[in-house]
């Protein structure tokens, strides 16, 4: 027996995955160019751009090294989220594991996905990284009236959307939320930005915004086959983080 205490005594207790919350409404061939009818019909999820195809979050992340699908439920009826994703990133030596929950959102309910995701910015959300992936919608319309939570912390961020620096930084510095990464070109929100972003949070943290900026740079060059100074010019340069957010 008194082998078996002390093996529980040296035993190291398991390391906390990192939590990342991600929004991805469907692209919708009513509000942008999509391409084919397939890929922007929205609530198609095994064809959507940003779902299904090849470089959608779903069918990209369920294979990518490293990555394992925990999860995969239809959301409630009459919802606008159509499903719910759970994935695991395993850690290798040095990293910790990240649990990504993503929310599939029919692209023509996208202002419910806008509303939810600043709510979850503004604190909603336990996250350690909240994460919108899709059409920035904030170019089409007016910011919604979201009020943050009585008692919660805002959370830190991540935009994958066209010029969200410009439409998306403004909003979230309002809700106290501390962008991580924001963008400042049109640009494609491709899963192959959340592995980017998935692996920069298992080595880093869910903050290190510096580290963030060149993972995502490094990825867009590689799948957009762009120089590395084309790539660099899309993401906006990390600026201190807002006073009174307390990243985990």
Known sequence: MLPLVLLSLLAVPPVAAVEVEVFVPLCDNALIECGRAPAGAPRALDT???WGAMYG????????????????EAGPVDS??????????????GERPVRLRLHAYAGDRIDTALEDF??????????DLV??????????????????PSVATPRPVVVLACMSEQYFGPVL???????????????????????????????????????????LVEAYARYQRISHRSASSVFSTPGPPPSGVAPR
């Not at 503004?122 to 996250?127: E, F, I, K, T, W």
């Not at 994460?131 to 943050?148: C, K, Y």
């Not at 106290?176 to 692996?199: D, H, N």
């Open 48 to 50: 959507n751009l940003y």
């Open 80 to 93: 606008a989220v159509l499903r719910v994703l759970v994935l695991e990133r395993k850690a290798a030596k």
């Open 118 to 127: 600043l709510r979850a910015a503004a604190g909603a959300s336990r996250a």
């Open 57 to 72: 979050a779903e069918r990209f992340l369920s294979r990518a090294p490293g990555f394992k699908v925990v999860s995969r």
């Open 173 to 215: 510095r309002t809700l106290g939320a501390s962008p991580v990464a924001l963008t400042r070109t049109l640009m494609a929100p491709e899963a192959y930005l959340l592995e980017a972003m998935a692996t920069t949070v298992a080595r880093h943290g869910p903050t290190e915004a510096t580290a963030m900026r060149t993972a």
């Open 131 to 148: 994460v919108w992936a899709g059409h920035d919608r904030l170019m089409d319309r007016a910011p919604p009236q979201v009020e943050s």
